[in-house]
């Protein structure tokens, strides 16, 4: 068994090219749920959907997020009537009490529909009624997810990291706001001053998530350390399952060079080094690390160095047969 974390764009990329490698009736992934919010009544899980779209061949590639060819008709008539009603833009984030009311798994991540800042493609918007819709009918996001995965004939377990609300929050200058609001709708633009993930220290860790670490293969891709992999951390047991686990972690950076997305200046803001270097200082319970072949980082565990930059499946293959690699130096 090979449990994979991830996150919206690094650890996808991999999963693209890591099905003949590592085979898909024996793999889990485990997606972050702490950048799921509450739009419009719906709940929206941009990660554990990126991996549902991608393993069922769906994908949006341009964007990493959404489904491939989608049309927007709700998403521009939801824009269209909130500007015609003058309406500011959003994101409108709901009152703090309606934050803590209602549908739980939605706390403190809940915003107003009117005007919707993330585009919902409508294909896209389908998945998170459905989801929303079993939620309300008593069924738990991993049940919820199961029945997507399945919907979709994904091959392997597809699973959130926790059934309970973990919502990742940005301090700024200006206030806190979730990290939708801070990344989709500001552009990563208010300087970070900290990261909390709401709500992880009550949080479980979803019923198969530590059977799928503990002493197991695991594998956490190129992700986000703080906003991607930070919120499983924070969840109860998830660091000590990590303890007993093999587990080999690729580098979202080239030494302090990130492909993409805002790493480096989360890294700086919770106090570690933007860099690989960092990476390894977050992962203490990493046992070996894929890094880049012009990434010169003298690390104090055993690396296996590729190309690490993934534009297609055959460049995820190639990082997969790396991490292979690198999980036998070590097994
Ligand atoms: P998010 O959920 O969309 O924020 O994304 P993830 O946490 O899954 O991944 C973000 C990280 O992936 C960033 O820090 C990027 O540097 C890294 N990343 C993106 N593309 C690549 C790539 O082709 N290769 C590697 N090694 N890392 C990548």
């Known amino acids: 068994?090979?449990?994979?974390?991830?996150?919206?764009?690094?650890?996808?990329?991999?999963?693209?090219?890591?099905?003949?490698?590592?085979?898909?009736?024996?793999?889990?992934?485990?997606?972050?749920?702490?950048?799921?919010?509450?739009?419009?009544?719906?709940?929206?899980?941009?990660?554990?959907?990126?991996?549902?779209?991608?393993?069922?061949?769906?994908?949006?590639?341009?964007?990493?997020?959404?489904?491939?060819?989608?049309?927007?008709?709700?998403?521009?008539?939801?824009?269209?009537?909130?500007?015609?009603?003058?309406?500011?833009?959003?994101?409108?984030?709901?009152?703090?009490?309606?934050?803590?009311?209602?549908?739980?798994?939605?706390?403190w991540r809940r915003f107003s529909g009117v005007a919707e800042f993330m585009e919902i493609g409508d294909r896209d918007r389908a998945v998170h009624v459905t989801r929303t819709g079993l939620l309300d009918e008593g069924r738990t996001l991993t049940e919820t997810t199961r029945t997507l995965a399945d919907a979709f004939d994904v091959p392997l377990d597809l699973v959130p990291m926790s059934d309970d609300p973990v919502a990742s929050i940005v301090h700024t200058p200006e206030g806190p706001m979730h990290f939708q609001e801070f990344w989709v709708a500001r552009r990563g633009d208010p300087e970070v001053v900290d990261v909390e993930f709401r709500g992880a220290d009550e949080a479980e860790p979803a019923p198969p998530v530590l059977d799928a670490l503990r002493g197991e293969t695991v594998v956490v891709g190129p992700s986000n350390p703080v906003t991607s992999i930070g919120p499983m951390l924070a969840v109860d047991g998830v660091r000590e399952a990590l303890d007993d686990a093999t587990v080999v972690a690729v580098s979202p950076f080239v030494e302090d060079r990130v492909f993409s997305g805002p790493a480096a200046e989360l890294m700086a803001a919770v106090g570690y080094d933007p860099s690989t270097a960092g990476v390894a200082a977050a992962y203490p319970f990493a046992d070996a690390f894929v890094l880049d072949d012009a990434d010169g980082t003298d690390l104090d565990r055993p690396v296996v160095r590729t190309d690490t930059e993934m534009n297609d499946a055959e460049d995820g293959g190639r990082v997969a047969r790396a991490v292979a690699d690198a999980l036998a130096e070590v097994a």
Not at 31 to 38: A, L
């Open 1 to 107: 068994m090979t449990t994979f974390l991830s996150g919206g764009t690094g650890t996808p990329k991999l999963l693209d090219g890591a099905g003949d490698i590592f085979s898909p009736a024996e793999t889990t992934v485990v997606g972050n749920t702490g950048d799921d919010v509450e739009l419009g009544g719906l709940l929206v899980c941009p990660d554990v959907d990126t991996v549902l779209f991608q393993q069922a061949g769906e994908l949006d590639r341009e964007t990493w997020w959404g489904i491939a060819d989608d049309t927007t008709a709700t998403h521009h008539e939801l824009r269209r009537l909130a500007e015609s009603a003058d309406l500011a833009g959003g994101p409108r984030y709901l009152p703090d009490e309606r934050q803590t009311a209602g549908r739980r798994i939605s706390r």
